[in-house]
C-alpha cells in the first residue's frame, strides 16, 4: 500500500484519532490549516473531550525523521496556547522512533493502527500492528555504507562542530560524499548546519536513528564453537591466539559490552576480524564451524570502518562502544540490557557527550 498524499493522510489521522478517543464529531471540528502562530510545523488543530491536538504529519516513521519531527514540535511549543497537545501521524512508527516518542513524552498514532497518547484524563496504547506501507527495495537511507562512516565519525569524535572537510577526511570519504550524507542528516533533523560546520543535535536521536536501520547480518559471520568455562575467558583466549598470530582483530557485542562496562554476563563471544580466518587460524583458536550451539561468531566486516575507534580494554582489543551498541542489536541472551547500561554509562551521560 502507499503512503497517501498529504491531506488525505491528515483526515485519516484524524480519523483514527476520533476512532480511538470515541469522538465521532471530530473529524468535522478539524481544521486542516495550521494556526497562523506556528508557521508549517502544525497540519491540524482538533478539539476532543476538552482538550485542543495540535498534529503533525510526516511521510515516515523512520527515528531519523521522527528524531526531526519531536526538534520541531519541541520548538513550536512554546507558541502554542496553554493546553494544546502536540499529536505526531506517521504511516508506520517504527520501534526505535517509539522509543524517542517515549522519551519526548510524545502522543503519536500510525495509519497502520498503532497509538500511544498519554495526556491527562487520557491513556491509550496499542502497538505491535505490522506496517500497512512496506515498499519493496530498500529505501534511502543516511545510513548506507558511506553514511555509517560519517555518523560514526560524528559520534566518535569529540569535538562539537566539525567542518566537512574534517568529516570527509577522518571518514575516509570524498567531500562531495559527505556533503550529500549530510543533506540528507540535516533534512532529518539529526544535524544542523552554520559557518562553523555540521554539529549533532542529540547524539541519542543520531544513536537510535543509525541503530533503526543497521543490521548485523550484513556483515559475513562464521558461527562456531571453542571449548572453554564461560564468556570472558573465550575471549581471552581468542584475543591472546590473535596477538600471537599478529591477527588484527576486535571484540564487540556481549563481550566489548562486558569489558566497557562489567555488566551482563554472557557466553557468546563476537569477534571482528580483518579477514576470513584461515585454517591454521581455526586449528590455533580451537574453533570448530557449527551454527547450532555456537559460542563464537568470528565476523569479517562489510564495512572496515567497525574498527574506528578500537581500543585495548583489560588487555583485549574492543570496538568502541557505538559500534559494540550497535552490534548488540541483533545478539542473543543479555543484548538489551548490556545495550541499555552501554548507552547509559558510556554513549549519552550527563549533556549527552559521547
Known amino acids: 500500500m502507499q503512503v497517501p498524499r498529504q491531506r488525505l493522510a491528515i483526515r485519516q489521522a484524524v480519523e483514527r484519532l476520533a476512532e480511538i478517543l470515541g469522538a465521532p464529531g471530530l473529524t468535522e471540528d478539524a481544521r486542516f490549516e495550521a494556526p497562523a502562530r506556528n508557521g508549517r510545523v502544525c497540519d491540524a488543530v482538533l478539539r476532543a473531550q476538552n482538550h485542543y491536538f495540535v498534529l503533525k504529519w510526516k511521510r515516515s516513521g523512520s527515528a531519523s525523521v521522527v528524531a526531526g519531527a519531536i526538534t520541531q514540535l519541541r520548538m513550536a511549543q512554546s507558541s502554542f496556547s496553554r493546553g494544546e497537545i502536540p499529536l505526531l501521524a506517521v504511516p508506520y512508527m517504527g520501534e526505535a522512533a517509539q522509543e524517542l516518542c517515549a522519551r519526548a513524552d510524545l502522543a503519536w498514532l500510525d495509519l497502520s493502527g498503532n497509538a500511544r497518547i498519554v495526556v491527562p484524563g487520557i491513556f491509550y496504547q496499542n502497538l505491535g500492528n505490522p506496517s500497512l506501507f512496506r515498499r519493496p527495495g530498500r529505501p534511502q537511507t543516511a545510513f548506507g555504507p558511506r553514511g555509517s562512516q560519517v555518523a560514526r565519525h560524528l559520534l566518535i569524535e569529540p569535538a562539537g562542530t566539525l567542518k566537512q572537510r574534517e568529516i570527509a577526511s577522518g571518514a575516509g570519504l570524498s567531500e562531495g560524499h559527505v556533503s550529500r550524507i549530510v543533506r540528507k542528516l540535516l533534512e532529518a533533523g539529526l ?6 560546520g555540521v554539529r549533532v543535535i542529540d547524539r541519542g536521536a543520531l544513536l537510535d536513528a543509525w541503530r533503526e536501520d543497521y543490521r548485523f547480518d550484513r556483515h559475513h559471520v562464521i558461527r562456531g564453537h571453542i571449548s572453554t568455562r564461560d564468556g570472558e575467558s573465550l575471549t581471552r583466549s581468542i584475543a591472546d591466539a590473535l596477538d600471537r598470530a599478529g591477527s588484527p582483530y576486535a571484540a ?7 569489558l566497557w562496562t562489567r555488566y551482563a554476563g554472557f ?6 576480524l580483518a579477514s576470513p580466518p584461515s585454517a591454521t587460524a581455526r586449528r590455533d583458536l580451537g574453533f570448530r564451524e557449527e551454527a547450532r ?7 569479517v566486516p562489510n564495512d572496515d570502518g567497525v574498527f574506528d575507534g578500537a581500543e585495548p580494554v583489560d588487555g583485549i582489543r574492543c570496538v568502541h562502544p557505538v559500534q559494540a551498541y550497535l552490534d548488540l542489536k541483533d545478539h542473543p541472551e543479555r543484548a538489551a540490557e548490556a545495550a541499555a547500561e552501554l548507552r547509559s554509562r558510556l554513549l549519552l551521560r550527563g549533556n549527552g557527550d559521547l
Open 191 to 196: 544535524v544542523e548546519r552554520d559557518e562553523d
Open 252 to 258: 564487540t557485542a556481549l563481550p566489548a559490552a562486558w
Open 267 to 272: 557466553r557468546l563471544s563476537t569477534v571482528y
Open 293 to 299: 550451539g555456537a559460542n563464537t561468531w568470528l565476523v
